[in-house]
């Protein structure tokens, strides 16, 4: 693995290239994504794909890239023309990509803005609120966990996040009687840092979640564009949210092993099936199949 430093006027971005380039086996880097993941979260995914080019990155303003512009938002689009400079950089052409969460967000616009950027996509579980039925109530379901993180810190906030990310089917009356969650119940701590820059818990993502795929640029783009939802977490909100994205591109999602975090093997807390994982993930891109 060799490590890398774009600089740009806005940012300097951090990537990382396992393996070599020009790639051994003729195709396209497969880069991997997440937001607000930075490129640590993918090493259980990149060691399990060691025939392949795996390029991994650090979204502006976390992990090693820093900020230069200012702010303190995370936007898809600003994002994308990040991701866009990193594969440009690199100068082997258009990649293959597999893209997590808010990472998923970060590609599709990505594609609708660069189209001739990726292959493939594989966006896994984008948490996109606009494509929801129920979208009026799941906003009020996000700003109830930034106002949990406000009133009393990471703790009450992460609490209040699971409780909304685990929540089966429409957000109804019956989840906003809930009382709110005891941190000590998920394993938080209670006391109060007095930090309130988590870029999951505040609303300086929601420009993520709020995000507007543009179906028809999408649906134009010579793209082979997969929507992937993981078995654990179909009726989830980000499970929820992936099956309605790919219905508006006209395409069932295709079905992954575990929940939304199916590739790790457990560093972070939550472990999946990365094996499972990575034998799906394979199999999809080496679909040759039609969109």
């Known amino acids: 693995m060799t490590t890398h430093l774009l600089e740009t006027p806005e940012a300097d971005l951090a990537y990382d290239i396992h393996g070599p380039l020009p790639t051994a086996d003729g195709r396209p880097p497969l880069l991997m994504i997440g937001q607000p993941m930075d490129a640590g979260g993918f090493g259980a995914l990149a060691s399990r794909f060691p025939e392949r080019t795996v390029i991994t990155y650090d979204p502006r303003g976390l992990g090693r890239s820093t900020r230069k512009d200012g702010r303190a938002d995370h936007v898809p689009g600003v994002q994308a023309a990040d991701v866009r400079a990193v594969i440009d950089a690199l100068g082997a052409g258009p990649v293959e990509m597999f893209a997590s969460s808010g990472g998923a967000v970060t590609a599709l616009a990505l594609v609708a803005a660069y189209p001739d950027a990726v292959t493939t996509l594989v966006a896994h579980e984008p948490p996109l609120i606009a494509v929801l039925p129920d979208a009026r109530a799941a906003e009020r379901a996000r700003a109830g966990v930034r106002d949990a993180y406000e009133a009393k ?65 999408l649906t134009a783009a010579p793209t082979r564009i997969v929507i ?64």
Do not use: C, N
């Open 153 to 217: 810190g990471w703790g009450a906030g992460m609490a209040a996040f699971i409780m909304m990310t685990s929540w089966q089917g429409e957000f109804t009356d019956g989840y906003f009687a809930q009382p709110a969650p005891d941190p000590a119940a998920f394993g938080m701590p209670a006391e109060d840092d007095g930090s309130r820059d988590d870029p999951l818990l505040s609303d300086r993502s929601w420009a993520v979640s709020g995000y507007r795929p543009d179906v028809d640029a």
């Open 228 to 291: 992937a939802v993981g078995e654990e977490s179909r009726d989830t909100f980000t499970g929820r949210t992936s099956v309605a994205a790919a219905k508006l591109l006209g395409r069932p999602a295709t079905v992954f092993p575990s929940h939304h975090g199916g590739f790790l093997d457990g560093e972070f807390g939550y472990a999946g099936q990365p094996d499972a994982f990575a034998h799906k993930l394979r199999e999809v891109l080496d679909d040759a199949g039609g969109r």
